[in-house]
């Protein structure tokens, strides 16, 4: 839905540009004055300090100036929605934060967060997951999904031909005839009882049988519930439904994360066929050394630390995770201890069993004025933020970066302590007021 929204969004703001630009084509044309004469009336240097005035760029004018400037449509210029980018303003509208396309932040003081470096390994995890696996050897049948697809609770996965369960399935139906005859002989006997035609040691001797046939009835359901068939499916079995042949189903709603059911081959007990669950979010483990133990143990103590991990396969992105668990046992092998990283994983770009780099930012003596990362933009060399200066009127303004750290961004230079700021999103804003260099501009 978000990426929806973004995509519509940018698909409006480009056609509000061409639209603009067409738009300003069309007055410049129609306003077009004749040739100057030649003894033109224009103070020496007049030209010269106009296009100076064009080429300075809005990051090296002052604010005040800035939204006092008037446009060609008699307007203050960030109150135009055709000149607005010209000053480095965009407008920014409430919904635009209610719905989460865009969030703000405001600039902070935070202890500067030192990297721990450790390595680890990703793992789904085990709270999202679920292993399939047959109760008793047999040869698969049939495979009913494939790695990727979507199944719900209850959906067949793979078809068990296994010789046990045809047995115990023989059983139960033996033993459930049993039982309705011993119920039907009861019922018989009570009648003649009441008649006086019948001793008491029938009737009671044909209640103990009722009794043994309802222990042998739930024993053989018992093995096959043991087996892997559902209670409901058992009930409900006939001669003909009786084939001694597994259906595994979906213990719950979620992708096939792994398959390993082949046609004809054997099932076994001790593997899992197949794994069904949500890889949005991932564990990843890593390995803390004794060292670093304490350090990292009182930090957690205070504060929850945040951590990037990064890949091979991605080697310019970084997945920004929270420490959640420290393992209570060491290994005596390695005198490491796991340490345990919750990692959103949206994309799907996180591969269980793929190898990690993680830096751990442990809190530091420092601190230094910071604003998100995401908040921080660049053009031409040049980093900015955007700040909100008035009502939904944001407008841009350079910062000289320093130290990154944990989702950070040190600036020693820019905006103030408390001001406001456009953190995630604020690509869509800089989208906007840079239209111009895109092509989408007009040109004098």
């Given at each position: 839905?978000?990426?929806?929204?973004?995509?519509t969004?940018?698909a409006?703001?480009?056609?509000?540009?061409?639209?603009?630009?067409?738009?300003?084509?069309?007055?410049?044309?129609a306003?077009?004055?004749?040739?100057?004469?030649?003894h033109?009336?224009e103070?020496?240097?007049?030209?010269?300090?106009?296009a100076?005035?064009e080429?300075?760029?809005?990051?090296?004018?002052?604010?005040?100036?800035l939204?006092?400037a008037t446009?060609?449509?008699?307007?203050?210029?960030?109150?135009?929605?055709?000149?607005?980018y010209?000053?480095?303003?965009?407008?920014?509208?409430?919904d635009?934060?209610?719905?989460?396309?865009l969030r703000?932040?405001?600039?902070?003081k935070?202890?500067?967060?030192?990297?721990l470096l450790l390595?680890?390994?990703?793992q789904?995890d085990?709270?999202?997951?679920v292993?399939?696996?047959s109760?008793?050897?047999?040869i698969?049948?049939?495979?009913?999904?494939?790695?990727?697809?979507r199944v719900q609770?209850?959906q067949?996965?793979?078809?068990?031909?296994i010789?046990e369960?045809?047995?115990a399935q023989?059983a139960?139906?033996?033993?459930r005839?049993m039982l309705?005859?011993?119920?039907?002989?009861?019922e018989?006997l009570e009648m003649l009882?009441q008649e006086?035609?019948v001793?008491?040691?029938?009737?009671f001797?044909?209640?103990?049988e009722?009794?043994?046939?309802?222990i042998?009835?739930?024993?053989?359901?018992?093995?096959l519930?043991?087996?892997?068939?559902a209670?409901s499916?058992?009930?409900s079995?006939?001669q003909?439904t009786?084939?001694?042949r597994?259906?595994l189903?979906?213990?719950a709603?979620?992708?096939?994360?792994?398959?390993?059911a082949v046609?004809?081959?054997v099932a076994?007990?001790?593997?899992?066929?197949?794994?069904?669950?949500?890889?949005a979010?991932?564990?990843v483990?890593?390995?803390?050394?004794?060292?670093d133990l304490?350090?990292?143990?009182r930090a957690?103590?205070?504060?929850?630390?945040?951590?990037?991990?990064s890949?091979?396969?991605?080697p310019?992105?970084?997945?920004?995770?929270?420490?959640?668990?420290?393992s209570?046992?060491?290994?005596?092998?390695s005198?490491?201890v796991?340490?345990?990283?919750a990692?959103?994983?949206?994309?799907?770009?996180?591969?269980?069993?793929?190898?990690a780099n993680i830096k751990l930012?442990?809190?530091?003596?420092?601190?230094a004025t910071?604003?998100?990362?995401?908040?921080v933009?660049?053009?031409?060399g040049r980093?900015f933020?955007?700040?909100r200066?008035?009502?939904?009127?944001?407008v841009r303004?350079e910062?000289?970066?320093g130290?990154?750290?944990?989702?950070?961004?040190?600036?020693t230079?820019?905006?103030?302590?408390?001001?406001?700021?456009?953190?995630?999103?604020?690509?869509?804003?800089?989208?906007?007021v840079l239209?111009?260099?895109?092509g989408?501009?007009?040109?004098?």
């Amino acid at each position: 839905m978000r990426e929806t929204i973004l995509n519509t969004v940018l698909a409006a703001l480009a056609a509000f540009s061409v639209a603009s630009c067409s738009g300003k084509g069309e007055r410049h044309e129609a306003q077009a004055e004749p040739p100057r004469a030649l003894h033109s009336e224009e103070e020496p240097g007049a030209h010269e300090e106009h296009a100076a005035e064009e080429e300075t760029s809005d990051l090296d004018r002052p604010v005040d100036e800035l939204f006092a400037a008037t446009c060609e449509h008699g307007k203050k210029t960030h109150e135009c929605d055709e000149c607005r980018y010209e000053v480095g303003v965009v407008k920014a509208p409430a919904d635009l934060f209610e719905g989460g396309l865009l969030r703000s932040a405001t600039v902070e003081k935070r202890r500067v967060e030192v990297p721990l470096l450790l390595t680890g390994e990703v793992q789904f995890d085990e709270r999202r997951v679920v292993h399939v696996s047959s109760q008793a050897e047999g040869i698969i049948h049939k495979v009913h999904a494939t790695v990727g697809d979507r199944v719900q609770r209850g959906q067949p996965l793979v078809e068990i031909d296994i010789v046990e369960l045809g047995e115990a399935q023989a059983a139960y139906l033996e033993a459930r005839g049993m039982l309705g005859l011993a119920r039907r002989n009861l019922e018989r006997l009570e009648m003649l009882r009441q008649e006086g035609i019948v001793s008491e040691r029938e009737y009671f001797q044909a209640q103990q049988e009722l009794e043994a046939a309802e222990i042998r009835s739930g024993g053989a359901l018992g093995k096959l519930t043991r087996l892997g068939m559902a209670e409901s499916e058992a009930r409900s079995l006939t001669q003909e439904t009786a084939t001694g042949r597994l259906v595994l189903r979906a213990p719950a709603s979620g992708r096939v994360l792994e398959m390993h059911a082949v046609p004809g081959e054997v099932a076994k007990t001790e593997a899992p066929l197949v794994t069904v669950g949500d890889n949005a979010a991932l564990w990843v483990w890593a390995d803390l050394y004794e060292r670093d133990l304490s350090t990292v143990t009182r930090a957690q103590a205070r504060q929850s630390l945040s951590v990037l991990v990064s890949v091979r396969a991605y080697p310019d992105e970084e997945f920004p995770g929270t420490v959640d668990f420290i393992s209570p046992s060491m290994n005596t092998a390695s005198r490491t201890v796991k340490l345990r990283i919750a990692v959103d994983n949206p994309a799907g770009k996180l591969v269980a069993g793929m190898f990690a780099n993680i830096k751990l930012f442990l809190p530091g003596e420092d601190q230094a004025t910071v604003v998100p990362r995401d908040a921080v933009l660049e053009d031409e060399g040049r980093a900015f933020v955007f700040i909100r200066q008035q009502g939904e009127y944001f407008v841009r303004r350079e910062v000289e970066p320093g130290r990154a750290f944990a989702g950070w961004l040190e600036i020693t230079a820019g905006p103030d302590v408390g001001q406001e700021i456009v953190a995630d999103g604020a690509f869509i804003l800089k989208s906007d007021v840079l239209r111009s260099k895109m092509g989408a501009g007009c040109a004098d």
